[in-house]
T-cell receptor, first 116, second 112 residues
Framework: DTEVTQTPKHLVMGMTNKKSLKCEQH?????MYWYKQKAKKPPELMFV???????INESVPSRFSPECPNSSLLNLHLHALQPEDSALYLC???????????????FGPGTRLTVL | GQNIDQPTEMTATEGAIVQINCTYQ??????LFWYQQHAGEAPTFLSY??LDGLEEKGRFSSFLSRSKGYSYLLLKELQMKDSASYLC?????????????WGAGTKLIIKP
């Protein structure tokens, strides 16, 4: 199984809503990532978990709250978002955060988020 | 500082060959990745280079020159399905952490 799954595929929410994005992988990877991607831009790193511990938080607003319940799951909790937060949210995983050959990141299909 | 440059857009003809260049400046180079991304979809891994030279994978090849801070992705026998964005990403080591630095991507348009 070389797949990263994400749910939901599409999400529309109001600025007062609370919602969660979910990501799952069963490749035994110990590093998991959340990215935000706007149209025609590269992925922008938000959070990195390594061995279920948050190791990087790239100055993301507190209205985004990550959670890693176990080594296979990664959640992103959303609250009081702004319209400018509308984007494609990508989850990725890799074997670990080391510099070994390859150790490429595998991406999920993403959640297309629209904030009204 | 850290910087990655790629052309914004390229056009090529079905059946032809195209080369997408990537130049980079990083302080702790530890490998270069190429990803393909179709519109509205997730990036998918194409190739990895850490030593100088050419890596070939079917219709796709990737080249690296560390001394020049330069890489290219070569696509042969272009097909319409190759229309996508191609992202160059450099793995950079800072202290004991490794991080991917992404280029802005090159949108490749294939014409019949």
């Amino acid at each position: 199984d070389t797949e990263v799954t994400q749910t939901p595929k599409h999400l529309v929410m109001g600025m007062t809503n609370k919602k969660s994005l979910k990501c799952e992988q069963h490749m035994g990877h110990r590093a998991m990532y959340w990215y935000k991607q706007k149209a025609k831009k590269p992925p922008e790193l938000m959070f990195v978990y390594s061995y279920e511990k948050l190791s990087i938080n790239e100055s993301v607003p507190s209205r985004f709250s990550p959670e890693c319940p176990n080594s296979s799951l990664l959640n992103l909790h959303l609250h009081a978002l702004q319209p400018e937060d509308s984007a494609l949210y990508l989850c990725a995983s890799s074997q670990d955060r080391g510099g070994a050959s390859y150790n490429e990141q595998f991406f999920g299909p993403g959640t297309r988020l629209t904030v009204l | 500082g850290q910087n990655i440059d790629q052309p914004t857009e390229m056009t090529a003809t079905e059946g032809a060959i195209v080369q997408i260049n990537c130049t980079y400046q990083t302080s702790g180079f530890n490998g270069l990745f190429w990803y393909q991304q179709h519109a509205g979809e997730a990036p998918t891994f194409l190739s990895y280079n850490v030593l100088d030279g050419l890596e070939e994978k079917g219709r796709f090849s990737s080249f690296l020159s560390r001394s020049k801070g330069y890489s290219y992705l070569l696509l042969k026998e272009l097909q319409m399905k190759d229309s996508a964005s191609y992202l160059c990403a450099v793995r950079d080591r800072s202290d004991s952490n490794y991080q991917l630095i992404w280029g802005a991507g090159t949108k490749l348009i294939i014409k019949p």
